[in-house]
């Protein structure tokens, strides 16, 4: 690469993530600070981008080889910086992967963490950044021989460069790994609505409620309710996905307004509380939503959580479910309790 198209990829990567982040809101001011976007950072002892493959062409790798950190830890790092944990799609993904990581400083080896888990459901590894299949679209995946094996019954996220090369293992998600990232796109994770028709969830027996989301131009999120079942956290995550939608979040009071009358035309006779979205697992006390990356309150400064919450009970609370005590008032809760829980339909990443 010239230094001249150097520069000019590394302008490029700094706009687009820059106007990821200064996306107006409705009324058409930046209300809320952005996220710090810092691609270029003297921290990052290696930052090697290389242009990702066909469909996602405008997508880059980042190895993180200075820092060991847990699956949630990595997450959350990425999306603090305006990045996101990585996904590998294709063998030219892996191709891509691979020249990156042979930039990275050779004495320091893997594995990393890449993005895919299986918690919510043993076996179906999804990647947490998409909330799509591992191999969605292409088929494709690089487990090492004999992987994933769930040794021990603990093994739910990915790391790649397992033993060698770019080969993928299920690993113990609080394992201290290095990362690799990736740049944002808007092509992976918004859903279409198909011309303003809502999708049609596939699931039996679940009672659905839609309600236009209020806020957003256009109206761009409904709310589902599924009240029928009680799961833990990743669970709900993996339930909603699974059906084309994802697990609620609510980043307003019109959102929250929406969300009360969703759950009141719900069967009255079931309660909550349900889970939604938030979790802070990666750093405690800085809640994201698990669906976006973006912290609770993100251009709104919008939250609700019940007074004396989060309290972080017994040191072991990290997802957030709405209707404790009360109302849809919000309490951080452990992730594995099991709860009713709230989808919502979206057509934007922004949302
Ligand atoms: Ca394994
Ligand atoms: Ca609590």
């Known amino acids: 690469m010239s230094p001249k198209l150097a520069l000019a990829t590394v302008i490029l990567a700094i706009s687009l993530a820059t106007s990821y982040s200064a996306v107006p809101i409705q009324n058409g001011t930046l209300a809320v600070t952005p996220l710090p976007v810092r691609a270029i950072t003297p921290f990052f002892r290696v930052n090697t981008p290389f242009f990702r493959a066909a469909q996602f062409s405008n997508q880059r790798y980042f190895v993180f080889n200075n820092r060991q950190v847990t699956f949630f830890e990595a997450w959350h790092q990425c ?32 594995p990393w963490w890449i993005a895919g888990t299986d918690l919510g459901k043993t076996g179906y590894f999804m990647w947490i950044t998409t909330m799509k299949p591992v191999g969605y679209r292409t088929g494709y995946s690089n487990f090492a021989p004999g992987q994933p094996d769930n040794a021990n019954g603990v093994e739910h996220c990915i790391e790649a460069g397992w033993r060698s090369g770019t080969t993928w293992n299920d690993r113990n998600c609080d394992a201290k790994r290095r990362y690799v990232s990736i740049s944002l796109t808007t092509s992976h994770s918004a859903i279409p609505l198909h011309n303003g028709t809502s999708p049609t969830p596939k699931q039996p027996g679940l009672a659905t409620t839609l309600y236009l989301r209020a806020g957003f131009h256009p109206p761009a999120q409904r709310y589902y309710v599924f009240n029928s079942r009680e799961v833990d956290f990743f669970q709900a995550w993996h339930l909603c996905a699974s059906i084309g939608l994802r697990l609620a979040s609510v980043n307003t009071a019109e959102d929250d307004a929406a969300l009360k009358l969703a759950l009141r035309a719900a069967d009255s006779n079931q309660i909550g509380p349900w889970w939604i979205a938030g979790t802070d697992l990666g750093k405690h006390g800085h809640f994201l939503w698990i669906t976006t990356a973006k912290p609770l309150g993100y251009r709104t400064g919008y939250t609700n959580f019940a007074p004396g919450q989060p309290d972080n009970a017994a040191g072991r609370e990290h997802c957030v479910e709405a209707g404790w005590p009360s109302g849809t008032l919000w309490n951080d809760r452990s992730c594995d309790v099991r709860r009713r829980y709230v989808c919502e339909a979206v057509t934007s990443e922004f949302c």
Request: hydrophobic share 55%; aromatic share 0%.
């Open 79 to 110: 999306a603090s910086i305006g990045l996101r944990l990585a996904s590998v799609n294709s063998a030219a993904d892996d191709a891509a992967l691979k020249l990156a990581l042979r930039a990275a400083d050779s004495n320091e080896v893997g």
